[in-house]
């Protein structure tokens, strides 16, 4: 009897299907801004358009993604600090357009206030650079499997303390030798909402683009010779709410039981964030 109750059911489910077409509405043009200020660095602020979820970029065109000939300024303690835009040229038909300012250094307390014209539109954010948390130390151990032919593999570890008061933030990036530094593949930032007060002895896996090929044999390992800086950043919570948000909506992309996630921002006006960096680095050469 259930074995024919299966087979109605299945019969009465095909017979009823029928293709559904919706039609997703077009969004609202907005500007989104990746920014950023670290203690001992200059800005850098990037501004494209969002874009359909749906919609495919075509790299030949990629050039108009990015909003360029826009006004952008910070304003610190009073004072206004134009940003100039900047072409970094990435291949022989796009650049990738970026706006700083060299005579703005980030310091460690200070706030910064972006404001954004362009079309006119206005956008505005606020971030202050925090304390950073000092490293206590850094090293590496074999891959666990280093008898199975991964013996040139090696783990990173790191020590720190965090402070004894509630709320602290913290994203982490990993260079590799002259490489730019990158952020986690599959999570970057942190709180201490459970450990709150103690020191960490954690490992910290290789930062990686998610242009980069996916090779899991080798995935969050270095390996034998090369030269490691480990950064780690403390944040503001509206930042760091930013970044896990769109932390979770990345893991979650293709998953059709997955639940949608609404990406953080602090920008007035726009979509994105502008993000105060108080960051500690440290260097260890991973020796054979």
């Not at 090696?154 to 509630?166: G, N, T």
């Not at 993000?275 to 050469?285: A, L, P, Q």
Request: with cysteine; net charge negative.
């Amino acid at each position: 009897m259930v074995r024919y109750l299966i087979i109605l059911s299945f019969i009465l489910l095909t017979a009823c299907s029928k293709e559904i077409t919706i039609n997703m509405p077009i969004p609202e043009t907005k500007i989104v801004v990746e920014g950023s200020i670290e203690n001992g660095s200059p800005p850098l602020v990037m501004l494209t358009y969002n874009q359909p979820y749906f919609s495919s970029i075509d790299l030949q065109n990629l050039d108009t993604l990015f909003v360029k000939g826009a006004d952008v300024s910070i304003e610190l303690e009073g004072v206004n600090y134009p940003l100039t835009q900047l072409s970094i040229p990435v291949d022989a038909q796009n650049n990738i357009y970026i706006y700083t300012s060299f005579s703005l250094i980030g310091e460690i307390g200070k706030t910064y206030s972006l404001i954004v014209s362009k079309e006119n539109k206005i956008l505005r954010a606020t971030t202050t650079i925090p304390n950073p948390v000092d490293i206590d130390s850094l090293y590496w151990l074999p891959h666990p499997k280093f008898d199975e032919g991964n013996d040139s593999l090696a783990s990173l570890h790191a020590i720190f303390q965090d402070p004894d008061s509630m709320g602290n933030y913290y994203r982490y990036f990993t260079k590799r030798n002259s490489e730019d530094y990158k952020s986690g593949y599959f999570g970057s930032v942190w709180d201490d909402l459970v450990f709150n007060g103690q020191k960490f002895d954690v490992p910290f896996e290789r930062g990686m683009n998610r242009t980069e090929e996916f090779d899991p044999s080798t995935y969050s390992y270095f390996w034998k010779g090369d030269t490691v800086c480990l950064k780690i950043s403390s944040l503001e919570k509206s930042t760091f709410s930013f970044w896990r948000t769109l932390e979770q909506d990345i893991g979650s992309n293709g998953n059709p039981f997955g639940i949608p996630t609404k990406v953080m921002t602090n920008i007035e006006g726009g979509l994105g964030v502008w993000c105060g960096y108080g960051s500690s680095v440290d260097t260890i050469i991973i020796q054979d």
